[in-house]
């Protein structure tokens, strides 16, 4: 199906993007308006103020927001409506919205995500909670309240499942398990105990408490699904890497962001960024973490395939996994340090977790609906590293050390 | 073991009660007070203003929070430390105390806890998220923060579990399953499946907001101890009945607050005065629903044991249920009916729930510890009705009716 079949079935639907200001959100947002959808966005701008708090920026020039949004519409984009208020805070203003808009889908990516920043102090412990989960529950309070048929995508996190289950593959989001107790009345066998088959939400296992905001959105999304039968897609994305995708390399002024930094730079981005540069790739521990990748590129079309394929009516949350591939961050150090002749530099770990683990992902889902991954093979490391030589004097060398310690 | 010999044992151990002027923390402060502990009450007095904006009062009159203080020193109380301030919002405050007074332990109270308040409408149903999460991350993070090694009790309920699981025993908390799945390498079976057994949080299953804030408390609880070591009680408490108990008895202006309300009243309670004052008892459709059930002496009992019983340094978050017996909702309007001659009146169900469930608890962990449970057959219903007569000029019936629509 090509965008104008899409635009031709679809007659203009309505998408709120929440956070499409930011590093998936932005991308997004001209994804969904390139392929036919009229998507106003809904950001507060409070990734560009942590920066500043931070004292820190994007590696990449991002412009401001009406600056970006009128770029769009110079490169022949339709118009992208813009309003920037606190979602967490400023409920009416978000009810109103979704009152006189009726979209048909919001994508919500606006929460703080970042694991690190979320670990360095109390401070942003507490803003990291405050802010997710009053997010949440904002937007589902207000589908519900409008009485607007939505149909809510909201970006997770594979860490919600954690990383204990060695050798077990990852389902997507729900869980066949067999419960073991004790049976009152019926269905004994000869030990007085008893086994039921059910269907359940993943146990969650949280590394961090940004993690443990996703956990609790889950929760959330379980609740107002059963009870208001709103309709929910929770992807449960892996870390991003990369920077632009078609649309924001139109034109210099649609750039992505791109963060290096130890609190919010993703670690195959960082380990670009550091070879670009001729810093030393830093790996924490002994690098036998495995993670699950997704290329940014990756992402926004998973956020189209999950819009065009919405749930019923009746539906339960529906969860997939967005991610296209596992790697040892070792391997990923090994992978780039082989192409560009940068050292590894091994530190302590200041995460709290354990040294290796083995990750097996289902993700039939996205591939069912048509995703076709972008890999790490596929010279898409050699344009991040471009990027990265290109803007590396804007790069702050001080910050690429990740500080905040989890324990 | 007699209160003394708990004084001698403890040599005055301290605890912050937070939410120590309400149904339950009131009762559980003098207990503890009693009993020999240095107690600090921390209240924003929130339910209380949640009576003014409902229009309702609690039926006994329930004296101003220094005048309750003062009546406690003066029957021979131990003095108790009183602060007013939002546990929620006054985190500086929070930590300040904690750092200030080093307790042993904290009893967590100080949530927003009626379902129908919770469902009532959109501004309710925010508040309670709001408070109740950010009140429980706030301890936990102070705690954390403070460097006490504090003891957290916090007071949970049976709701968490759901009501789901016909016949099937409701473990304390955890439960043990065997997860089915994809195994990708090892102990593969003859059908490329595999089957890893694991004990995990029992799947929640909220049936309102206030349940589903509890569901999210528990993500909290098991994140900070399994990253920082927290060593936490949470208890899953049955519906409360009764009033008084032996400290509240001593005086009149020790009573303790007695809520008859559609949003507050617990259903046993409600059946009781209403019983005392000639109206109907008002069942919820056919009335099929079991429930546990706690009298409120059997609470501060349990605060009590679970206190004096605390967690060791890497323990996990111990879940308790503290309830003592499961009844019908018919089953207790029939009692009431026969008891007193009142006639039942069967109404619509404002409550999203099934018409009838099967209930069966596992408390083993309170009766080990020497519980000796009140339980209905104990003419403690009588003294209710009396209560509910005494003060029956202060009943407003208008109020008496549940009109929060769940769904």
Not at 302 to 307: N, P, Q, T, V
């Amino acid at each position: 199906m090509d965008s104008m079949e899409v635009i031709r079935g679809m007659s203009m639907k309505k998408v709120i993007v929440l956070g499409g200001d930011g590093f998936c959100g932005w991308p997004t947002s001209l994804h969904l308006s390139k392929i036919g959808w009229d998507v106003t966005i809904v950001d507060n701008l409070s990734r560009r103020k942590i920066d500043i708090d931070l004292e820190c920026e994007s590696l990449t020039p991002v412009r401001p927001i009406m600056e970006r949004l009128s770029a769009w519409e110079a490169n022949g984009g339709k118009r992208i409506d813009y309003h920037n208020f606190d979602i967490a805070r400023d409920y009416d203003r978000l009810l109103a919205l979704i009152c006189e808009l009726k979209p048909d889908a919001i994508v919500h990516f606006a929460e703080q995500r970042a694991a690190p920043y979320s670990m360095k102090n109390s401070r942003t412990k507490r803003y990291t909670v405050d802010n997710n989960l009053n997010a949440t529950h904002n937007v589902l309070c207000a589908i519900v309240e409008s009485g607007v048929d939505v149909h809510l995508a909201h970006l997770g996190t594979m860490g919600v499942y954690g990383y204990g289950t060695a050798g077990f593959k990852i389902p997507e989001g729900y869980l066949k398990v067999k419960m073991c107790g004790d049976h009152v009345e019926l269905h004994e066998n000869s030990n007085g105990n008893v086994e039921i088959e059910k269907e359940i939400l993943y146990p969650p296992d949280p590394g961090s408490i940004y993690h443990m905001t996703k956990t609790q959105d889950a929760l959330f999304f379980y609740y107002y699904n059963k009870n208001n039968g709103v309709r929910i897609t929770d992807l449960h994305q892996g870390v991003v890497w990369g920077t632009n995708t078609d649309e924001t390399n139109l034109d210099e002024k649609l750039i992505n962001r791109f963060d290096y930094d130890g609190d919010y730079g993703t670690v195959l981005n960082r380990f670009l960024m550091q070879a670009a540069i001729g810093h030393p790739l830093t790996v924490h521990g002994a690098g036998g973490q495995t993670r699950a990748f997704i290329h940014i590129r990756d992402t926004v079309k998973c956020i189209e395939l999950a819009l065009e394929n919405e749930p019923n009516r009746g539906d339960r949350v529906r969860i997939f996994n967005q991610m296209t591939e596992t790697h040892t961050v070792k391997e990923l150090a090994e992978k780039v340090s082989s192409m560009t002749g940068t050292e590894i530099m091994f530190m302590d770990n200041p995460r709290n977790e354990a040294e290796e683990n083995e990750l097996h992902v289902e993700n039939s889902c996205f591939l069912d609906l048509g995703l076709k991954p972008t890999t790490l093979s596929d010279g898409l490391m050699e344009e991040v590293i471009e990027i990265s030589k290109k803007y590396s004097s804007r790069c702050d060398e001080s910050k690429i050390l990740a500080k905040s310690k989890w324990r």
